[in-house]
């Protein structure tokens, strides 16, 4: 089977294609998948420069979402048969996506929607159960809240646009002058261009001084000491960046504000919730560019140019 192989940690030019046996069951709880599509995440360029080298032996196959079809199963699987549509998120530390074939255990697998395809849902599984977890799970965001996404552009954004607008919220968001009309067709009361605004003292405005009660953040930098000053009393500031300095976060005890943090968060039972919204019409993916598995150098450099010759918008997918 073809795959991308990680044999030396760097850039995009480590990832290369080569040829590797079909995985074969060897546990009855286990099931072969033939990979449609697969995606680009931030978790795996990280992967693929050293980030996590601890949790992983080279060589490596990384890639955190699958959408695909049941081959085989093992002979203690009775719920999924061949022919079956599922798309999941691969466990941090095994095996990954870029492959045309993924062996997994059936606890991870999830039914993918009828009303998307492939590409669609393999956009979906690492940042759905990621969303979920950082809106619904931390922030216990609900009808009638105010809440601002940093960073609406990106994959994690552009989810977490639509998915809290399903639940009641008034979306405020951040993104370039370019992305204005497409974020707000997803969702966004509010867009503001961090570029030319100072997004702090454009919530203040626009919320007469009282801030949001829910701010994500997918950006990092100084967010977190600058969030308080835009968050209403007693808010939730949700972010799922590291943090590379020490940040004075003062101005959050002020504000008797709540932090949360979250690693990617890869659960089937979050990710099924996704699912009811797909399927309600209520949550679609969004798409920046598919590219061949064979060109995913070009997929990964896009995802971390700085100086982009179009912004992104939406989840980088790969067609295999």
């Known amino acids: 089977?073809?795959?991308?192989?990680?044999?030396?940690?760097?850039?995009?030019?480590?990832?290369?294609?080569?040829?590797?046996?079909?995985?074969?069951?060897?546990?009855?709880s286990q099931v072969l998948v033939k990979v449609r599509a697969t995606s680009i995440n931030p978790l795996d360029y990280q992967i693929r420069r050293g980030d996590y080298e601890s949790f992983f032996e080279l060589p490596i196959i990384t890639g955190h979402d699958i959408a695909g079809d049941i081959m085989t199963v093992g002979e203690a699987v009775k719920q999924w048969k061949p022919g079956d549509k599922v798309y999941y998120s691969p466990r941090f530390g095994s095996s990954g996506g870029y492959a045309e074939y993924h062996l997994t255990d059936e606890s991870s697998l999830s039914r993918m929607?009828?009303?998307?395809?492939?590409?669609?849902?393999?956009?979906?599984?690492?940042?759905?159960g990621t969303v979920w977890e950082m809106?619904?799970?931390?922030a216990q965001l609900k009808k009638g809240d105010s809440i601002l996404i940093l960073g609406g552009a990106g994959g994690v954004g552009t989810l977490a646009i639509q998915v809290a607008k399903s639940l009641g919220a008034f979306v405020y968001t951040t993104g370039q002058s370019v992305l204005h009309e497409e974020l707000k067709k997803l969702g966004a009361d509010v867009v503001i261009d961090h570029h030319k605004e100072n997004w702090i003292e454009e919530i203040k405005a626009h919320t007469n001084g009282k801030?949001?009660?829910?701010?994500?953040?997918?950006?990092?930098?100084?967010?977190?000491?600058?969030?308080?000053?835009a968050l209403a009393d007693y808010g939730s500031v949700v972010t799922l960046v590291d943090i590379p300095q020490p940040q004075n976060l003062i101005n959050a005890w002020e504000?008797?504000?709540?932090?949360?943090?979250?690693?990617t968060r890869q659960s089937r039972d979050e990710l099924h919730q996704i699912t009811e919204l797909i399927e309600n019409g209520q949550v679609k993916p969004v798409i920046d560019s598919i590219y061949p598995l064979e060109?995913?150098?070009?997929?990964?450099q896009r995802i971390e140019d700085s100086k982009r010759d179009r912004p992104l918008l939406g989840k980088i997918v790969l067609t295999v």
């Open 135 to 138: 809106l619904v799970v931390r």
């Open 295 to 300: 060109e995913v150098q070009k997929a990964h």
């Open 113 to 128: 929607p009828d009303n998307i395809s492939y590409e669609e849902a393999a956009a979906i599984p690492l940042i759905g």
């Open 255 to 263: 504000k008797n504000a709540t932090y949360h943090f979250v690693f």
């Open 1 to 28: 089977m073809k795959t991308i192989v990680i044999k030396n940690f760097g850039g995009p030019e480590v990832l290369q294609l080569a040829e590797m046996p079909v995985p074969m069951i060897t546990n009855p």
């Open 211 to 229: 801030g949001v009660n829910v701010i994500i953040d997918t950006v990092g930098g100084t967010t977190l000491s600058g969030s308080p000053l």
